[in-house]
């Protein structure tokens, strides 16, 4: 067989395989993967609104105590860290120097009371001869030399009087002083609260020119908690405290279970440049002071109600970059992804303000298989442990009641 020949059988051959191949019917497509899910059917209902912010606590009343007279400390009356009461002793200074210095001006109060009762009797004795010789002088029954000589001397003795009288105010003041500062050898709480550690000790000089911060106390109850909302959230907020109170619960970082609950009590007057936010602050009741100064805190704002707010569980919403979506279920079964808006969140419950309505059914658990068009089957096995968490939490989703498959339209 030439080489030409052989060419044409080969062709030959290779055309009859090809007819045979396109006579065979088409393959049918793959189908499509089912993805095991939880769906659960968003519901309508009035939630509160409730703006969370960070926030720390402060004290109400803090106090830097202080040793106002120099000397040497004496003792310290109370443990670092005691609870105490307005005017309990805390620390005692060394009275002894403070002690004689009132002595001494106790003295010279003395001294200077002696005096004026000297000079009044002499400006009395004065006064009398004026006034007896004056019409004697007028007759001149007493020379005029005489009476000028008994004018200048009730002069004098009214000049004695006065700076006797001047004597006795400076030396009051003396009194006043010194038994002021042998009372500040005396330290006492200015208000009831909790001492810090303290600053100095037993033996050491302490006051001015020396250590002067002795301790701090800290009242405990009620406490602040301040946050700084932005500024752009201000308009909102103004117009409900202009109705009226607004009440705000306390979360203690990093322990949710321990709260507190306050209300609003100030407003800062400025904006902060550098941040656009405004100081806030809340006042609350801290009876067991678990809440302590400087505690990082959640400060819940409630903001009042909102209507018709669709609800579904956090555990829906997928965030990607800024935005959140959620995987609605249609009617042939297939999922399709939608951007929504969160409006307020509640326990593991998110109210959704755009994108979903009341009564669409949106898969709650098993997102992270999903696609545009994926097609889903419920997860029976867990279906009923899903409706239980979800009504226990906020009674507003309601869970699948039958599996959705290929095809199916629930």
């Known amino acids: 067989m030439t080489t030409t020949n052989r060419i044409t059988n080969f062709l030959l051959v290779m055309g009859a395989a090809s007819v045979a191949s396109c006579a065979k019917p088409p393959g049918l497509p793959p189908k499509p993967t089912e993805v095991t899910v939880q769906t659960v059917v968003a519901q309508a209902r009035t939630v509160k609104r409730v703006q969370l ?59 200077a009371n002696a005096q004026v009762l000297g000079s009044r009797a002499a400006r009395d004795l004065s006064q009398r001869d004026v006034d007896r010789n004056r019409a004697l002088a007028d007759s001149g029954a007493v020379s005029k030399q005489s009476f000028d000589q008994m004018t200048s001397k009730l002069e004098q003795a009214d000049a004695q009087l006065s700076a006797a009288q001047a004597a006795v105010v ?21 208000a009831a609260g909790l001492l810090g550690k303290s600053l100095a000790f037993q033996g050491q000089m302490v006051g001015p020119g020396y250590t002067v911060e002795l301790n701090d106390l800290v009242q405990l109850d009620p406490m602040w908690a301040e946050f700084s909302p932005s ?19 306390i979360g203690y970082g990093g322990a949710p279970s321990i709260q507190a609950e306050g209300k609003v009590s100030f407003t800062a ?20 002071a678990i809440f302590r100064p400087g505690t990082f805190v959640d400060v819940s704002l409630d903001l009042g109600e909102i209507p018709n707010v669709v609800m579904i569980p956090t555990s829906a919403l997928v965030a990607r970059e800024t935005d ?75 869970t699948a009641a039958a599996s959705v498959k290929i095809g199916e339209t629930k």
């Open 53 to 111: 912010f960070p926030g720390t606590t402060a004290s109400v009343h803090p106090v830097k105590i202080s040793a106002r007279v120099t000397g040497f400390l004496e003792q310290a009356h109370v443990a670092d860290g005691a609870v105490v009461k307005a005017g309990d002793l805390l620390y005692t200074i060394d009275q002894q120097p403070f002690q004689a210095t009132l002595d001494q001006a106790k003295g010279t109060l003395a001294q």
């Open 170 to 190: 400076t030396a009051t003041a003396q009194v006043e002083t010194a038994t002021l500062n042998l009372s500040y050898c005396k330290v006492t709480a200015p």
């Open 231 to 249: 500024a752009t959230q201000w308009p909102e907020i103004s117009a409900i405290l202009a109705k009226g109170d607004i009440l705000a619960r």
């Open 269 to 288: 007057n400025q904006v902060d440049k550098s941040t656009s936010t405004l100081m806030m602050r809340v006042t609350f009741t801290n009876p067991g």
């Open 324 to 398: 959140f979506f959620v995987w609605r279920v249609k009617g042939d079964g297939s999922v399709e992804n939608v951007r929504v808006k969160a409006a307020t969140r509640e326990e593991n419950l998110v109210g959704i303000s755009s994108g979903l309505s009341a009564g669409d059914r949106i898969v709650a658990v098993g997102t992270q298989k999903l696609r545009d068009g994926s097609k889903i089957v419920e997860d029976k096995n867990a279906a009923s442990t899903a409706a239980a968490a979800v009504t226990s939490s906020a009674e507003a989703v309601t």
